[in-house]
């Protein structure tokens, strides 16, 4: 990995030459006199699967939360794709390309598995207002689009015969796929996942780690995540930010990051007699 600014990240070799998909700048938001986070740099590379890891607390969904704009920074820049999202909202920034799903799965649950996933494509439906009321053609000939396109999307999970299920009747990790799928349908080109394998068996997580994988190689797109299974972090991640009390206390590979004392003082605490 070769270095794109020395107070932000490493990027993977293969996107170093390439704008970052997004760059975070001096970003913090307070919230009356509490700083919940201050000087968050970071910079994920178009197709890099990056990390955001720390103790419970220490401020990952906060900073998630700033990056896909529920709050406003009290100071601080944002960037996605070389552009400033300074006056961006939330629809706003999704349709830049900034995509998420949550730590509690936030999915229309009497809603179907497919109704769910055309939620995630209205960016993508090509009819105005008169059109749907009406029933024109082009309502019809957009809604078989789209429908062929969330089925196309379902079956990266091999979910593409639970279409006509109720979201809310599916096991729990199908539910977490399932809101994965319909963040990907909103044609992202970051993906923010708020611990994915919340709840998941071991062997839902190794097929959740190869499912990312192949999600950022078939959509190249980037994917940043929060997650408390470090064998999911250290075994996807090309880079990794820890932070504590809301600041970055490390930045490096899995292994930098394995091994740096910073890291392991915030899990664990500082050894009995140290200062």
Not at 135 to 149: F, I
Not at 244 to 264: L, M, S
Request: proline fraction near 5%; glycine fraction near 8%; include cysteine.
């Amino acid at each position: 990995m070769a270095k794109h600014d020395p107070r932000i990240a490493l990027l993977p070799e293969r996107d170093i030459h390439k704008i970052p998909v997004m760059e975070c700048r001096e970003l913090g938001i307070d919230f009356g006199g509490l700083t919940a986070v201050d000087d968050f740099n970071i910079t994920v590379a178009p197709t890099e699967i990056a990390g955001l890891i720390g103790p419970n607390g220490a401020g990952k969904t906060t900073i998630f939360n700033l990056l896909t704009k529920v709050y406003k920074p009290s100071r601080g820049a944002m960037f996605i794709n070389g552009k400033n999202t300074k006056n961006m909202n939330m629809m706003k920034a999704n349709k830049a390309g900034i995509a998420r799903t949550f730590q509690n799965i936030r999915l229309f649950k009497e809603m179907t598995v497919l109704e769910n996933v055309l939620v995630g494509l209205h960016n993508e439906m090509d009819y105005n207002l008169a059109g749907a009321i009406l029933r024109l053609p082009s309502y019809w000939k957009s809604e078989k689009v789209a429908k062929n396109r969330a089925y196309e999307l379902l079956s990266i999970f091999n979910m593409q015969d639970d279409g006509d299920k109720k979201a809310g009747s599916l096991p729990y990790g199908s539910q977490r796929r399932l809101e994965i799928v319909r963040a990907l349908a909103t044609n992202p080109c970051i993906l923010l996942l708020d611990e994915p394998a919340a709840g998941m068996n071991p062997s839902e997580t190794g097929e959740l780690m190869e499912n990312i994988r192949e999600i950022r190689d078939l959509f190249k797109i980037a994917i940043l995540l929060i997650e408390h299974d470090m064998n999911l972090v250290m075994g996807i991640c090309e880079g990794i930010a820890v932070i504590n009390y809301g600041k970055v206390i490390a930045k490096g590979t899995p292994e930098d990051i394995r091994n740096n004392p910073a890291v392991i003082e915030a899990y664990l605490g500082k050894e009995r007699g140290d200062a």
